[in-house]
């Protein structure tokens, strides 16, 4: 399986923005801090993600992201998809021409293996992920240490 940062980081970004939606739009420095992913890569992601209408942004004092459609409607391959990232098993990016222009001996196998991961992924929504415990223990935690770093800051 090829999956690289990029589809990883906008998964996690996704679930991220999905946890901390409510009353106001979520920033993408506050997603940086939480999940340690550089600003300008978050910036990069986002403008895909927008593209794909999974996320609008909210400009000006307070502004940031918030999720275009429900949680529940989000699927981790959807968001993979919109980052321009594939899953795929095949060491020829599923072009066939493993062995100097020809298929090899086992390249339908790896794109099946490709096509079962993405069915997977598509059958995982955000709001799944939300559901788990120990996704909404990671994030409580992500809280707590940001909150504590605060408190740190304003008594120095």
């Given at each position: 399986?090829?999956?690289?940062?990029?589809?990883r980081?906008?998964v996690?970004?996704?679930l991220d923005?999905?946890?901390?939606?409510?009353?106001?739009p979520?920033?993408?420095a506050?997603?940086?801090r939480?999940?340690?992913?550089?600003?300008?890569?978050?910036?990069?992601?986002f403008?895909?993600?927008?593209r794909?209408?999974l996320v609008?942004?909210v400009?000006?004092p307070?502004?940031?992201?918030?999720?275009?459609?429900?949680?529940?409607q989000?699927?981790?391959?959807?968001?993979i998809?919109?980052?321009?990232?594939?899953?795929?098993?095949?060491?020829?990016?599923?072009?066939?021409?493993?062995?100097?222009g020809?298929?090899?001996?086992?390249h339908h196998l790896?794109?099946?293996?490709s096509?079962?991961?993405?069915?997977?992924?598509d059958?995982?929504s955000?709001?799944?992920?939300?559901?788990?415990?120990e996704?909404?223990?990671?994030a409580?935690?992500?809280?707590?240490?940001?909150?504590?770093?605060?408190?740190?800051?304003?008594?120095l």
């Amino acid at each position: 399986m090829r999956l690289t940062t990029k589809g990883r980081y906008a998964v996690t970004a996704m679930l991220d923005l999905a946890l901390h939606a409510g009353q106001r739009p979520v920033s993408l420095a506050d997603i940086s801090r939480r999940q340690d992913i550089s600003l300008s890569y978050l910036e990069q992601l986002f403008a895909r993600l927008r593209r794909a209408a999974l996320v609008t942004s909210v400009r000006g004092p307070g502004g940031g992201y918030r999720l275009a459609v429900a949680p529940a409607q989000v699927s981790v391959a959807r968001v993979i998809d919109a980052v321009d990232e594939s899953v795929d098993a095949t060491r020829c990016q599923g072009l066939a021409d493993c062995q100097a222009g020809h298929t090899c001996l086992t390249h339908h196998l790896w794109c099946e293996l490709s096509d079962e991961i993405h069915g997977f992924l598509d059958g995982v929504s955000l709001a799944d992920l939300i559901d788990r415990h120990e996704v909404r223990s990671i994030a409580a935690r992500q809280r707590q240490r940001l909150t504590s770093d605060t408190i740190v800051i304003d008594t120095l």
